[in-house]
């Protein structure tokens, strides 16, 4: 189909590696809405928010101007460790599919933690360490982000609390052992070490916890020791900066070989893997620069951009964090069992939902099922095993190759793999097994949602 | 500790690939003895092998003069998809020890096999194909091995039919739906397909298996199915042969900059990876070029080269594969249940057996506790969690690392990173709880082996 003249896997060289995060807010005409107080529904001040976050990032989490922030040397000899990251030629999967469409990938799975969770967690670590701090406490579902704060903290010698939610922390034990290989503390959540969690607990005996749960009780965790702070992996606009990293890869990797993407797509859950590979291609269509067609995939099970409101929400199900503006699904919609645990957030970053907003991108929705197909397409020839979570991106950027095959267009396509599915092999066991099945909300189920919306302004 | 002028992960070119395989046999002057037929105890003719294996594999097994061998475009297209594998200097590994060694991996894991297994799964694979074979047959234990045929075998559209002993098939349920989502069918063994597996449930309803058991399992049905072939993932020297690929990208990216190491060090269980990582170097100590000190790691629990002897032995428990000469426990030795698996097996490559004969390089056994140490300290700051296996060649190049700051000597260390953990968080575990136990087989155990070796001559 090809001549190959572009090689397999791009990878830059260490010198050519970014040496400065992109702050795609800079570019934006129309600024995400701040954070407000929940309680006072006031911005949310740099100091009030530094009781919970650490200082450094609370200053970035504000900051809405600097378009280039640098990355500081530890950080960036960390990031050589598993970085440069390849940008893949999908040969193999071209080929397969007959299409004249040209797809690249770039692949954040290289790293035991097995995502790009780790691009932020190793920011957040430092700046926790260069605060003098003792540790740091965060919640964690599926795992990956837990298990990529881990690895961090280790490598910083701090102490990290992870708060897993219950039911991932009793079936997903081989996680949970990765982070205690990192030397990390993991409870399971809700536990009897924080007040939030005893009070849960004796509300709901034998509960099996949720996210929102561990994110209360990790943020108490944090508020009440000394020398502690909160860290999050997704969502918050600080992270969408560190993940920034995985889109100016991508494009000077892209630009090393004089190619122009047409088309990029990545999965969505709180945002934090879309915003970093679209925002420097972002920015560039936000200066009117070049045009590119942004995809934004998530499930059909939990569609915040696609079926959601634009509003003001809580980060959380406690109702403790900041509330943010964003494309929500309400904090008390409650997602189905969908195979995909880290795309199941009720909200989407709030950068991500200005853009989207403003019409600069697209948001689609697919049904597990659908995503589990392209998986193990995708696996079969391109060896990858990928994660649920990525697979949503591997299944629209396998749509738009076959409508490339029917029009004859050779577009260009760049897509996101975030990570590898080691951990996931039970959803793949379903799959097949034929025990798979595809949950849509209905608007009644929505409703529910929406209804809890807080009343702002 | 140093000045960084080295990158942190060498990747070479996709044109300094190598071209062509490097059959360290070429350059020894003792040769491997050649392989019985396991009934006569003649030497087995090519006719009677390729009964069982495929023809250009057998040729390559019998080859014991060609130095190079052409790898075809084919396997060298999919070995882009993956590799080269990066060549990592250790610098955070260094500054943990405070060592003055200069410390490098070559890392094999970077693959959804998650080993170095793929190497000569892709090459076997891809001569079945060529014969025209409709599938091929194996055994896998811990499913390294089985994972990596299924994905080369899914590449080329050939059947791949794996029997994986019982237990690991039921305590390793992810394994086996890595496999599944490649394509191959998995069959707990014993099992009723075969009239081997019918007569050892019969003597032994309820067992759980074994890895010869498997072995005869996997022939047997080979030779039993039109257009099938058997194919083996070590010990064989067409598999050092293919997995020479990893120690000629590590000396090519050696020789780019200029380094050369004073030890090598690999974990050896059938030999695949060690004799792959060293023969490009022992090519040149045989034609007294240049010297190296290699060490072969192995566990104390199936201490083969440390405290086996050489002589003619059978390959598999159930006799029917032919007899080679190697450092050998007896094929009736049945090693703990040490958690380092693919290193369970009572023989060694009859390549690697004749080198260690003739002083070329060491052996030295290690504990598996202390194998776990070394893991744990290896991944909390070089990021990498490392397979049981593998962790063997760790323990080993941290004590040669501390020689070295005791010494003051500056001396260059490499060695075989074969392959990720993810799989091995059971293990992990149990070191974790404190309930990993050591074993060390006496000289009365090692006595009933012994006892079983064929009398050969």
Not at 296 to 310: F, H, I, M, Q, W
Request: aromatic share 10%; proline share 5%; charged share 25%.
């Amino acid at each position: 189909m090809s001549d190959k003249t572009i090689p397999y896997k791009i990878y830059l060289e260490e010198n050519e590696m970014p040496r400065q995060w992109y702050n795609v807010r800079a570019d934006m005409k129309n600024k995400p809405a701040p954070l407000l107080h929940p309680k006072t529904h006031q911005p949310m001040k740099a100091e009030e928010l530094e009781a919970v976050f650490c200082k450094e990032l609370v200053k970035q989490e504000l900051d809405d101007t600097t378009a280039y922030i640098d990355i500081p040397e530890e950080i960036r000899n960390f990031y050589k460790m598993y970085r440069p990251s390849p940008l893949v030629r999908a040969y193999c999967l071209e080929e397969r599919l007959q299409t004249p469409a040209k797809i690249y990938y770039k692949f954040e799975g290289n790293n035991t933690s097995g995502s790009h969770k780790l691009n932020s967690a190793i920011a957040q670590a430092y700046y926790a360490k260069q605060q003098g701090l003792k540790g740091v406490t965060t919640e964690t579902g599926a795992g990956q982000w837990g298990t990529a704060l881990s690895m961090a903290c280790s490598y910083f010698g701090l102490d990290c609390n992870v708060y897993m939610v219950k039911v991932s922390y009793e079936q997903k034990p081989f996680r949970r052992e990765v982070m205690r290989t990192y030397g990390a503390s993991v409870t399971p959540s809700p536990s009897e070490t924080t007040e939030v969690g005893k009070r849960i607990l004796e509300a709901h005996p034998g509960t099996s916890g949720s996210l929102g749960c561990a994110i209360s009780e990790a943020v108490e965790a944090a508020t009440a020791k000394e020398g502690y702070r909160y860290v999050l992996g997704s969502v918050l606009t600080q992270v969408l900066l560190h993940q920034s990293i995985i889109g100016l890869e991508t494009k000077t990797a892209l630009d090393k070989y004089g190619i122009t993407p047409d088309i990029i797509i990545g999965c969505a859950g709180g945002g934090s893997n879309l915003g970093g590979l679209i925002s420097p291609f972002m920015g560039e269509k936000l200066r009117g620069e070049k045009d590119y067609h942004f995809i934004a995939v998530e499930p059909a099970s939990c569609p915040s951009l696609t079926r959601g409101r634009y509003a003001y929400d809580f980060c959380d199900t406690g109702m403790v964090c900041p509330l943010a503006k964003m494309y929500t699904l309400g904090s008390g919609f409650i997602p189905s069992a969908n195979h995909a645990g880290g795309l199941r957030y009720h909200g989407m970053s709030s950068v991500l939902s200005q853009l989207y907003d403003d019409g600069l991108m697209e948001a689609r929705s697919v049904v597990q099922t659908e995503v589990f197909e392209a998986a193990e397409q995708f696996a079969r020839v391109e060896g990858i095993l990928p994660a649920p979570e990525s697979s949503h991106a591997i299944r629209v950027a396998i749509d738009e190759a076959m409508k490339c095959k029917e029009t004859g267009e050779e577009k260009t396509i760049v897509f996101g793999l975030t990570g590898t599915g080691y951990f996931d092999m039970m959803a793949y066991e379903k799959f097949h097994n034929g025990e798979m099945a595809d949950y849509v909300p209905t608007d009644e189920d929505l409703k529910q949602g929406f209804d809890g919306l807080p009343q702002i302004g």
